[in-house]
């Protein structure tokens, strides 16, 4: 009896050792667990679909054109990270960092005045992803692909999103003040509550459809 209780507790720990294994899976020396530090490594062009990598330290990656379909990064640190032409379909990116990266300050050292430029996303898939209070400042998103995504309450002010797709996306009470949208599809979007001073809606098509009706009305889209 010993023996058998023996042999099926080692059998256990087996298991829970290989599940372990199985979900903290490293990929060219990132481990793909939450809260784990990445930064600066290149991941570009890597299968990371899935990975749960929430209130992670992800700045300066190299994510380009890396599957992040359904990845969890809620809260991550993507500051200055390579998302151009990524696949972040589905993603959940609620409350990440992904505006202007500054140093820390060491001690005795004075605050860095000249913060790094924004991180790239061109042409990224964010279709149906979670973007919901993240920090866009700044960044470019030219050419992104966020059809059906919810952005509510991001701060994209400054941030390019020249020819980005906005069909039905939510945008509830985003700042979007001082964005690029010029070209940009919004068919059907809904900017309830949306800042939009001082944006920049040159030929963006599909205004009229824009809830609340009328939000666009007079600031130069094409309907």
Do not use: W
């Amino acid at each position: 009896m010993r023996s058998f209780t023996k042999v099926f507790c080692l059998s256990l720990l087996s298991v829970a050792m290989l599940a372990g294994s199985a979900q903290a899976r490293t990929v060219k020396g990132c481990v793909m667990k939450p809260h784990t530090n990445c930064q600066h490594m290149d991941l570009h062009g890597q299968d990371l679909h899935g990975a749960v990598l929430h209130h992670s330290v992800l700045h300066h990656i190299n994510l380009r054109k890396a599957n992040l379909r359904g990845a969890d990064l809620r809260y991550a640190d993507l500051r200055e990270a390579d998302l151009r032409g990524a696949n972040l379909r589905g993603a959940n990116l609620k409350g990440a960092k992904l505006h202007q990266y500054t140093a820390p300050k060491k001690k005795g050292a004075h605050a860095s005045q000249t913060p790094a430029c924004a991180p790239d996303c061109q042409g990224a898939i964010l279709g149906g992803a979670d973007v919901s209070y993240a920090n866009l400042s700044s960044a470019n998103l030219s050419y992104v692909d966020l059809n059906g995504a919810i952005v509510s309450y991001a701060n994209l002010s400054y941030a390019n999103l020249s020819y980005a797709n906005l069909v039905n996306a939510i945008l509830s009470n985003a700042n979007l003040s001082h964005a690029k949208l010029s070209y940009a599809y919004l068919f059907y979007a809904s900017l309830d509550g949306a800042t939009l001073s001082y944006a920049n809606l040159s030929r963006a098509t599909g205004c009229s459809t824009v809830t609340p009706t009328g939000t666009l009305n007079g600031r130069g889209c094409d309907n």
